[in-house]
């Protein structure tokens, strides 16, 4: 499995991206998939996953601001990020995994549940 992430650059703050990732190799749709994110000097941050019918599930820091959506026919999930702050620059990741589990949805916050990633995409935001 591959992932391509792309979409990242330089925006002003208030100002808007988005952010799209594309797999290859298996059947998209079975997937779980998660958006994180990496500023210099610090741990990866979760952003915002999505299993399947669900919803998807949003770090407070984003929510209200950022949108995930999928495309299953495309093979992509998107990253739609509005009203930018400074605080958002970092290195942004998308990553998935197989592996379905039907309790909290927070079991998906940590990285260490993913198998997959791409390659990350920095977004900066200047204030």
């Known amino acids: 499995v591959q992932l391509q992430a792309s979409g990242g650059g330089l925006v002003q703050a208030g100002g808007s991206l988005r952010l799209s990732c594309t797999t290859s190799?298996?059947?998209?749709?079975?997937?779980?998939m998660g958006w994180f994110r990496q500023a210099p000097g610090k741990e990866r941050e979760f952003v915002v996953v999505?299993?399947?019918?669900?919803?998807?599930h949003y770090a407070d820091s984003v929510k209200g601001r950022f949108t995930m959506s999928r495309d299953n026919a495309k093979n992509t999930v998107y990253l739609q990020m509005n009203n930018l702050e400074p605080e958002d620059t970092a290195v942004y990741y998308c990553a998935i995994t197989p592996k379905l589990w039907s309790g909290s949805v927070y079991y998906y916050v940590s990285p260490a549940r993913y198998e997959y990633w791409g390659q990350g995409t920095q977004v900066t935001v200047s204030s």
């Open positions: 999505k299993r399947s019918g669900d919803s998807p």
């Open positions: 190799g298996r059947a998209f749709s079975v997937f779980v």
